[in-house]
């Protein structure tokens, strides 16, 4: 998991981005989402499995949680790089916000542990110049300040847009 500054450092990032909820990758226990719950005073989804291996029918158990992405101005999509199947379960997500129809929400791949496969931090935009992967290890520390790059042009966009 991550130690206290991190959490203090993902709380204020929340707090700024006018988050509802987190999804957590990995495998929490209860102990794990009642301390993270508390520290963020946000609610917290363990996803591991969540996405991938629940029936699309039993979705609507978590509906509410879920439906949290609609109004959401920006998605961090959260990838474990190392995972074999990590293609099906992007894509698994992305059935996922079709079906909530937030398929629209602009969204930005962030692909973690990157350190594990030798790759370095990067950012990768898109044919319209707009950051659509970022590439990074939260672990080693390494490119997280890509985040905050990307944070910066979608909102400076937004902004600017109107």
């Given at each position: 998991?991550?130690?206290?500054g991190?959490?203090?450092?993902?709380?204020?990032?929340?707090?700024?981005?006018?988050?509802?909820?987190?999804?957590?990758?990995?495998?929490?226990?209860?102990?794990?989402?009642?301390?993270?719950?508390?520290?963020?005073?946000?609610?917290?989804?363990?996803?591991?499995?969540l996405i991938?291996?629940?029936?699309?029918?039993?979705?609507?158990?978590?509906?509410?949680?879920?439906?949290?992405?609609?109004?959401?101005?920006?998605?961090?999509?959260?990838?474990?790089?190392?995972?074999?199947?990590?293609?099906?379960?992007?894509?698994?997500?992305?059935?996922?916000?079709h079906?909530l129809?937030?398929?629209?929400?602009p969204?930005?791949?962030?692909?973690?542990?990157?350190?594990?496969?030798?790759?370095?931090?990067?950012?990768?935009?898109?044919?319209?110049?707009?950051?659509?992967?970022?590439?990074?290890?939260?672990?080693?520390?390494s490119?997280?300040e890509?985040?905050?790059?990307?944070?910066?042009?979608?909102?400076?966009?937004?902004?600017?847009?109107?």
């Amino acid at each position: 998991m991550i130690g206290q500054g991190k959490i203090a450092e993902i709380q204020m990032q929340l707090e700024n981005l006018s988050v509802d909820c987190v999804l957590v990758d990995q495998a929490l226990t209860g102990t794990q989402q009642r301390n993270l719950e508390k520290a963020f005073n946000k609610p917290v989804c363990d996803r591991t499995g969540l996405i991938q291996d629940l029936p699309h029918q039993l979705v609507a158990g978590f509906r509410a949680t879920l439906e949290e992405t609609l109004h959401a101005d920006l998605l961090f999509h959260i990838v474990d790089t190392a995972r074999p199947y990590r293609d099906q379960q992007i894509y698994a997500v992305n059935e996922v916000l079709h079906e909530l129809k937030a398929d629209n929400t602009p969204q930005i791949l962030i692909f973690n542990k990157v350190d594990l496969l030798d790759l370095q931090p990067r950012i990768e935009w898109d044919e319209y110049g707009n950051i659509s992967r970022i590439w990074l290890s939260a672990a080693k520390l390494s490119g997280l300040e890509l985040v905050d790059e990307a944070l910066t042009d979608f909102f400076s966009s937004s902004i600017n847009g109107f």
